[in-house]
Nanobody, 115 residues
Framework: QVQLVESGGGSVQAGGSLRLTCTASRSITAINPMAWIRQSPGEQREVVATITSGGTTTYLDSVKGRFTIYRDDAERTISLQMDDLTPADTAIYLC?????????WGQGTQVTVSS
């Protein structure tokens, strides 16, 4: 059982930055990869970024060069540094990871970018 709790969302103007953090209730070393997903109303979920415990990362094309995902297994956290935000980045951002056959999700944090 793993609880994931996101924090750091909010409202910013276009061009601004936010940093999201996801804290796990237990070790995440065995959870590979961990990921940030976003969901906008009427849109499909998008995998924004993923990171393994070895530090291998992947990014959604539209966020490459603007977003950076970090992972700290000792602190049981993953973070998403989001720079040069645009209104298209407005969504609920959720962190997720699978342990064994079960996938765990946080409750999500809202990011709103105004033009």
């Amino acid at each position: 059982q793993v609880q994931l709790v996101e924090s750091g969302g909010g409202s910013v103007q276009a061009g601004g930055s936010l940093r999201l953090t996801c804290t796990a209730s237990r070790s995440i070393t065995a959870i590979n990869p961990m990921a940030w997903i976003r969901q906008s109303p009427g849109e499909q979920r998008e995998v924004v970024a993923t990171i393994t415990s070895g530090g291998t990362t992947t990014y959604l094309d539209s966020v490459k060069g603007r977003f950076t995902i970090y992972r700290d297994d000792a602190e049981r956290t993953i973070s998403l540094q989001m720079d040069d935000l645009t209104p298209a980045d407005t969504a609920i951002y959720l962190c997720t990871g699978a342990l064994g056959s079960r996938r765990y999700w946080g409750q999500g944090t809202q990011v709103t970018v105004s033009s």
